[in-house]
């Protein structure tokens, strides 16, 4: 068996982590493989020298691990998925970082979650994807997302307006800042923050969610994530901002936007004990009273 460990390179993920993390896979005489960029970030700040083998890109990953650890929060594990691609290998997120959805492994439980891992005591969470066809081709083959799709205004512009069609069927001509297409492991992002609902992991939808509207009765919706989604966006700019979780580029105005749900999923690792309904809970600070 062979882990991977993927980190960004900043000082909250340090090195104690790693050498607990290859102590451990050591002595269970399972082979680690460390993120190139991590690993000499981790030697030229820390001077730390570990005999261990590294990877750099998609490929590499895929040929040799069975598993990727995450080292960081939500944002650390999104970016996980351009690794992974369509692999189907799993990943466990370790929250190195602040709030942690999906990240859901307390850094001060790093020990207790690799024991499980080995000797695999979890569930798959299979996580629908979003794919995005068009937008003349800015994400390559990295044209899918695990949490949403977004088209925002440039800068401090006007407001635009996305018209948006459902199986060819016109649904609205959203006039605001911008449009999130959210997955149901999108709802607790972005989507969130602008008033959609939350949604279960496996509830099999697409969230759409306007940024400022200029009219206050446009609210969210929520349809499955079977149909087609085609957008065309105008505006008194030439250029406006797309994102795909983390990764941002700019289109041109009546540029054709196709979104689909992706043919594979992502599997995040769900170990014993954990579940979706405790993890909001805990992240949404539910049940607390705050009289006390």
Partial sequence: MTIAVYARSNNE??????????????????????YKPYYEFLSSSFGLNLPVRVFANADELIANADYLISLGGDGTLLETLALVKKSGIPVLGVNTGRLGFLATVNKTDLKKAILLLLNEKFTLDKRELIEINGCGNKFGEVNFALNEFTIHKKDSSAMISIEVYVDSVFLNSYFADGLIISTPTGSTAYS???????????????????????????????????????????GRSDVFNIALDSRS??????????????SFRFNLINLEGQHFFTTLRNKMMWGLDKRH
């Fill in 249 to 262: 580029a700019q289109i041109n105005p009546q540029t054709d936007i196709i979104i689909t749900k992706a």
């Fill in 13 to 34: 993920n340090h090195p104690d982590f790693l050498l607990q993390i290859n102590e451990l896979l050591k002595a269970e005489k399972v082979n680690l493989i460390v």
């Fill in 192 to 234: 969130l923050s602008c008033g959609g609902p939350i949604m279960v992991p496996d509830s099999d939808n697409f969230i759409i969610t306007p940024i400022a509207p200029h009219n206050l009765n446009v609210r969210p919706i929520v349809i499955s994530n079977n149909k087609t989604l085609a957008l065309k966006v105008s």
